[in-house]
């Protein structure tokens, strides 16, 4: 494993994985956010039976994460069951952009962690906040 050791994260985001509610792609995703004080809170995707409502593990914690106060973020962890498990949807890199910035984006499966990206590499030319000055 190359660069500064995620293995918490990594764990964290397999923990949250194990409750994904994804019935009906039968796809689990875990997530793990890392605060810039430390802090780590997870998300998991949870699907509906409308489809269009189910929300990706990475926005969960995400949205988990600004609604308990937090501002700033190191990386994400996300943890799926592949050979080569999923970069954030483009949604997700959206609300990554929005909330935490060019945060490191570490991919992982059950095994071991398979890749890692800034986010402004995976979302190069972003609309945000920059767009309506
Ligand atoms: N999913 C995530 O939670 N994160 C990703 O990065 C990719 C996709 C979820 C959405 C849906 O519940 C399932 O995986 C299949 O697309």
Redesign the pocket.
């Known amino acids: 494993m190359s660069g500064s050791d995620a293995s918490v994260l990594v764990e964290a985001a397999r923990a949250a994985r194990t409750r994904a509610q ?1 019935r009906y ?1 039968g ?1 689990k ?1 875990g997530a793990a956010l890392e605060a810039e004080d430390g802090t780590v809170i997870t998300g998991c ?1 949870i ?1 509906n039976a409308t489809y269009g409502l ?1 929300v ?3 926005r969960v914690a995400m949205f988990k994460a600004v609604s308990e106060g937090y501002t700033r973020f190191r990386r994400v962890v ?1 943890v799926a069951d592949a050979a080569a498990p ?4 483009g949604a ?1 890199r959206q609300i990554l952009w929005e909330f935490g910035g060019d945060l490191e984006v570490i991919l992982a499966n059950l095994e071991t962690e398979t890749g890692r990206h800034q986010l402004r590499d995976l979302f190069p030319m972003p609309f945000d906040a920059g767009n309506l000055d």
């Open positions: 994804a792609s796809f995703v995707n699907e189910t990706c593990a990475e996300v999923p970069p954030p949807c997700c």
